[in-house]
Nanobody, 126 residues
Framework: VQLIESGGGLVQAGGSLRLSCAAS????????MGWFRQGPGKEREFVAG????????YYADSVKGRFTISRDNAKNTVYLQMNSLKPEDTAVYFC????????????????????WGQGTRVTVSS
């Protein structure tokens, strides 16, 4: 299984970015997906998750109302639309695929995800 993120970059506070994560190697539409981030000197933290069908989503409080997770199962891709970015959003962002087939639960712990991308860096300047 391979997950490849793209779309990171440098943006000013208040700006927007859209991250993409292209998946291959197993039936993408069977598994929920998540976005995590790891800031400088911090542990990896949950950002947003989406179930296998796209019908359920869940967000960390810190990004709720600003970020939107979505997926296109025909394109084997999950997205993270990030608006109203803040300097504290600066981090390496990772997408991950969870290990449970067609569950509507959304998982927030990294240990519940079995495949990870290499990460894409997002830097928000003040």
């Amino acid at each position: 299984v391979q997950l490849i993120e793209s779309g990171g970059g440098l943006v000013q506070a208040g700006g927007s970015l859209r991250l993409s994560c292209a998946a291959s190697g197993r039936i993408f539409s069977n598994y929920g997906m998540g976005w995590f981030r790891q800031g400088p000197g911090k542990e990896r933290e949950f950002v947003a998750g989406i179930n296998w069908s796209g019908g359920s989503t869940y967000y960390a409080d810190s990004v709720k109302g600003r970020f939107t997770i979505s997926r296109d199962n025909a394109k084997n891709t999950v997205y993270l639309q990030m608006n109203s970015l803040k300097p504290e959003d600066t981090a390496v962002y990772f997408c991950a695929s969870n290990q449970f087939v067609r569950t509507n639960l959304i998982f927030t712990a990294p240990r519940q995800y079995d495949y990870w991308g290499q990460g894409t860096r997002v830097t928000v300047s003040s």
